[in-house]
């Protein structure tokens, strides 16, 4: 990309980099670390052209998440801290993927962005 004069990298997280789990120490700790990567390389290679930044799913309806969602206790368990009260779409993330990729973003670098429906402003988070 350098040689290049630039390009955007997209890293998928999750709400996991800022909100802590029981259980979840190794994967907390994965999702928090690509986040300060990403922090890092984003000083390190804007000056190449390079944008970096993450994206942050929350609860989203995937094959990962089936077993919480076909459960109707479990899938209101799983929901009711969302402020939107519904697992996201994969689509929802695309579309976050794709405007970060674009030129409508060049100005981007360094940032996370969560796709949670709100989560992170129910629980809190930096």
């Known amino acids: 990309?350098?040689?290049?004069?630039?390009?955007?990298?997209i890293n998928i997280t999750s709400v996991?980099?800022?909100?802590?789990?029981?259980?979840?120490?190794?994967?907390?700790?994965?999702?928090?670390?690509?986040?300060?990567?990403?922090?890092?390389?984003?000083?390190e290679l804007a000056p190449q052209g390079v944008r970096i930044n993450n994206i942050a799913p929350g609860m989203i309806a995937t094959p990962m998440t089936a077993d919480s969602l076909?459960?109707?206790?479990?899938?209101q368990q799983s929901t009711?801290?969302?402020?939107m009260g519904r697992p996201g779409q994969p689509q929802?993330?695309?579309?976050?993927?794709?405007?970060?990729?674009?030129?409508?973003?060049?100005?981007?670098?360094?940032?996370?962005y969560f796709v949670d429906g709100g989560l992170m402003q129910s629980v809190g988070g930096a």
């Open 80 to 83: 009711q801290r969302i402020p």
């Open 1 to 9: 990309m350098i040689e290049r004069g630039g390009g955007v990298i």
């Open 70 to 75: 076909e459960d109707p206790e479990k899938a």
């Open 16 to 43: 996991h980099e800022e909100i802590p789990g029981p259980g979840g120490v190794a994967y907390d700790a994965a999702k928090g670390g690509l986040r300060n990567i990403t922090r890092t390389l984003a000083l």
């Open 92 to 112: 929802e993330v695309a579309n976050v993927a794709l405007l970060l990729a674009s030129d409508d973003a060049s100005y981007v670098t360094g940032s996370s």
